[in-house]
């Protein structure tokens, strides 16, 4: 039993392709995930130059994807920053689109989702992080550091609720970057443990109680599509949300 | 006790913390629908924060999940 036992979090590895390479003492090697990114930002690149090819009034499939990813995120940054976040459109893009692709494209069968691995969610959510705290001290200078005392709130209580403040802001990366890669993972495994049933349970049983676990896939992998674009929007909105605070800071 | 066996209790235990990301599902979708009925008008900008607030809710339950990961693999 043990030999056919393979671990769910098998599908995660990181390999080198083409030999490994080190420079200066640390591994460089060119490894599956990278490959995984290369590929992600062409089809990105693919999708929006043939959607952008020839632009007619009434817009074709390719043109009609390229403008709803446009308008989506040009509302939601309208909706949660206002006027001011319109500068702010192609650093939001960019990010909402990596993630919904990287997502999206993860799910085939034998590719590698590039937004499983923590690294690489926890560098995209430290961009946003140190950017979004750069503006706030760029747009409001020392003046920023208030953010951080509550309004309305009783000066004795001030020493407490200020460490407080300054922590939930700290957790902020930790907190968008587990929550995006512990989604890809958790769905990737529960779709991986649901696969291992079918042969064991078909072969163990009737022939059609393999079946069971099968439609299970079947339907979880719907849920994981619905997660894959929900993730992606959440990533996107929380940055809104935190670059309204610090353009805005106390709403 | 064997250390894999209470490996095993210890990621069971971890998976207890799934209840409550239940009951805030529940509590979330309920109210989400109560406010849709009473003003169906409404349930369309609810929709929206009732996605992002799923999502939050949800990565609680998640992190549980990593911690029975880490129990297990690591």
């Known amino acids: 039993m043990a030999a056919e036992h393979e671990s769910p979090l098998e599908q995660f590895k990181i390999e080198p392709i083409g030999g490994e390479i080190h420079l200066f003492g640390y591994n460089v090697s060119f490894n599956n995930s990278a490959l995984w990114m290369l590929i992600v930002i062409g089809v990105i690149t693919a999708v929006m130059l043939l959607g952008m090819r020839k632009q007619a009034i009434v817009p074709g499939r390719g043109q009609a994807l390229v403008e709803f990813l446009h308008d989506f995120i040009a509302n939601m940054l309208k909706d949660n920053v206002g006027p001011e976040g319109k500068k702010y459109f192609p650093w939001v893009f960019s990010i909402f689109v990596f993630v919904l692709f990287s997502n999206l494209l993860g799910l085939l069968p034998h590719a590698f989702t590039v937004t499983s691995h923590i690294i690489v969610t926890f560098a995209l959510a430290l961009m946003v992080f140190i950017t979004v705290t750069v503006i706030g001290f760029a747009r409001h200078g020392l003046h920023f550091l208030s953010f951080f005392v509550p309004k309305g709130a009783p000066a004795w209580l001030l020493p407490l609720m200020i460490p407080i403040e300054v922590i939930s802001y700290f957790i902020r990366p930790l907190s968008l970057s587990i929550r995006l890669f512990a989604n890809m993972v958790a769905g990737h495994v529960m779709l991986f443990v649901l696969g291992s049933f079918v042969v064991p349970l078909g072969l163990a049983g009737l022939y059609v109680s393999g079946l069971i676990p099968l439609a299970a896939i079947v339907a979880i992998i719907g849920l994981e599509f619905l997660i894959a674009c929900l993730q992606a929007y959440v990533f996107a909105i929380l940055t809104c949300i935190y670059l309204n605070d610090a353009i805005h800071m106390h709403h | ?74």
């Open chain 2, 1 to 74: 006790m064997d250390a894999q066996a209470a490996r095993y209790i210890g990621a069971g235990i971890a998976a207890l913390a799934l209840g409550g990301a239940g009951i805030g599902l529940g509590i979330l979708f309920g109210n989400f629908m109560n406010g849709a009925l009473r003003n169906p008008a409404a349930s369309a900008k609810l929709f929206g924060n009732m996605m992002l607030t799923f999502a939050l809710v949800e990565a609680t339950g998640l992190i549980a999940f990593v911690v029975a990961m880490l129990i297990l693999f690591v």
